[in-house]
C-alpha cells in the first residue's frame, strides 16, 4: 500500500497570506495525484488532477505541482472560503489500491 | 449536470450487511466512459478508498476490504450499489458515492452528498 503523508496537520494562517501544503508518497505515484478540498459537512470536492492541472471552477490562486513522490499545493493569496481540509489522493497503483492523505486543515489564525 | 442521489439505512447492527445505493440523474451510467466509486470517512477522520465498477461490472475493491465488499451496477436502473457485510463499528463513516473521471485515470471527479451510517445495536 502507498502511504500518503501531509505536511503539516494543521496549519493556522490569516486572511492574504500565501501557504503551501505538503503530500509526500512512500514510493513513486508517478503524477498520478488529485487535490480535494473539504468544508464542514460537505463532500470533498475536486482541485487538480496529474498533480497540476486545475479542475474546472477551480480558482487561479490555487495552484499544485510536483512529482514522483513530492507534491505541493499553493495558494497565493487566501481568501475566507479557502479555510477548509485539503487532501491528496494517489491513484497510480495497478491493479487499484488508491490512498488518500490524511488531510491538511486550514484555520484563521 | 451529474447528479447522485444517495439511499440506505443510516443504522446497522453488528454483523449485519450495510447497503448502500447510489442513483445517477443527469446522464447515463452507461456513457461516457466514467467508473463510479465508493469512498468513506469515519467521524472527525480522513478518507479511505472503498472500490469503484464499470457499467460492464468490473470491479475493484480495497483488499483490506475486499472479502466483504460487494460493488454491482444495475444499468436499466441508472444506479450502482455498496454491499459490506459483517460490519462492526469500525464500519461506522460518512459513506460518499462517487463519479470518477472519464479521462482514463479513475479518480473521484464529482462526488454524492454523502450518507452517515451508524453500526451500532
Known amino acids: 500500500e502507498i502511504v500518503m503523508t501531509q505536511s503539516p496537520a494543521t496549519l493556522s494562517v490569516s486572511p492574504g497570506e500565501r501557504v503551501t501544503l505538503s503530500c509526500r508518497a512512500s514510493q513513486s505515484v508517478s503524477r498520478n495525484l488529485a487535490w480535494y478540498q473539504q468544508k464542514p459537512g460537505q463532500a470533498p470536492r475536486l482541485l487538480f488532477y496529474g498533480a497540476s492541472t486545475r479542475a474546472t471552477g477551480v480558482p487561479a490562486r490555487f495552484s499544485g505541482s510536483g512529482s514522483g513522490t513530492e507534491f505541493t499545493l499553493t495558494i497565493s493569496s487566501l481568501q475566507s472560503e479557502d479555510f477548509a481540509v485539503y487532501y491528496c489522493?494517489?491513484?497510480?497503483?495497478?491493479?487499484?489500491?488508491?490512498?488518500f492523505g490524511q488531510g491538511t486543515k486550514l484555520e484563521i489564525k | 449536470q451529474v447528479q447522485l442521489q444517495m439511499s440506505g439505512p443510516g443504522l446497522v447492527k453488528p454483523s449485519q450487511t450495510l447497503s448502500l445505493t447510489c442513483a445517477v440523474s443527469g446522464g447515463s451510467i452507461n456513457s461516457g466512459g466514467y467508473s463510479w466509486s465508493w469512498i468513506r470517512q469515519p467521524p472527525g477522520k480522513g478518507l479511505e478508498w472503498i472500490g469503484y465498477?464499470?457499467?460492464?461490472?468490473?470491479?475493484y475493491q480495497n483488499p483490506s476490504l475486499k472479502s466483504r465488499v460487494t460493488i454491482s451496477v444495475d444499468t436499466s436502473k441508472n444506479q450502482f450499489s455498496l454491499k459490506l457485510t459483517s460490519v462492526t463499528a469500525a464500519d461506522t463513516a460518512v459513506y460518499y458515492c462517487?463519479?470518477?473521471?472519464?479521462?482514463?485515470?479513475?479518480?473521484?471527479?464529482?462526488w454524492g452528498q454523502g450518507t452517515l451510517v451508524t453500526v451500532s445495536s
Open positions: 462517487a463519479r470518477n473521471s472519464n479521462s482514463g485515470d479513475d479518480f473521484p471527479d464529482y
Open positions: 465498477i464499470y457499467h460492464s461490472g468490473t470491479t
Open positions: 489522493h494517489q491513484y497510480n497503483n495497478w491493479p487499484p489500491m488508491y490512498t
